[in-house]
């Protein structure tokens, strides 16, 4: 899905300059530890980066595209609602890692 593209059947929006709008992954409450023990909201300790799904990027975006999986600190966010869904606005600096086949081995994923 482009920046361009319709959200649902609702008005096209197009993001601007270096935003990436994401969709959350999962639930901010309660988790799950690997071997299912479930961990409270409340008993987050320290600071924990969240895992989303990019659903659109501004034409200034240079290492995110639609479909990508991104890391991102859930504390410095952004969100809005459009047609009855939660989604977050951040910009490109704010993202600490991408997630995606199409990135490389050998890259550094640095950011200059």
């Given at each position: 899905?482009?920046?361009?593209?319709?959200?649902?059947?609702?008005?096209?929006?197009?993001?601007?300059?270096?935003?990436v709008?994401?969709?959350?992954?999962?639930?901010?409450?309660?988790?799950?530890?690997?071997a299912?023990?479930?961990?409270?909201?409340?008993?987050?300790?320290?600071?924990?980066?969240?895992?989303?799904?990019?659903?659109?990027?501004?034409p200034?975006?240079?290492?995110?595209?639609?479909?990508?999986?991104?890391?991102?600190?859930?504390?410095?966010?952004?969100?809005?609602?459009?047609?009855?869904?939660?989604?977050?606005?951040?910009?490109?600096?704010?993202?600490?890692?991408?997630?995606?086949?199409?990135?490389?081995?050998?890259?550094?994923g640095?950011y200059?």
């Amino acid at each position: 899905m482009t920046a361009d593209q319709v959200f649902d059947s609702g008005l096209p929006i197009r993001l601007l300059h270096d935003r990436v709008l994401v969709r959350m992954d999962g639930s901010e409450g309660e988790r799950r530890s690997t071997a299912g023990i479930v961990i409270p909201a409340t008993a987050a300790v320290g600071k924990r980066l969240a895992w989303a799904t990019a659903v659109g990027v501004g034409p200034n975006v240079r290492a995110i595209v639609s479909g990508d999986r991104v890391l991102f600190d859930p504390d410095d966010r952004s969100e809005v609602e459009l047609h009855g869904r939660g989604y977050v606005l951040l910009r490109e600096r704010d993202v600490h890692a991408v997630a995606a086949e199409r990135v490389d081995n050998d890259s550094t994923g640095l950011y200059l």
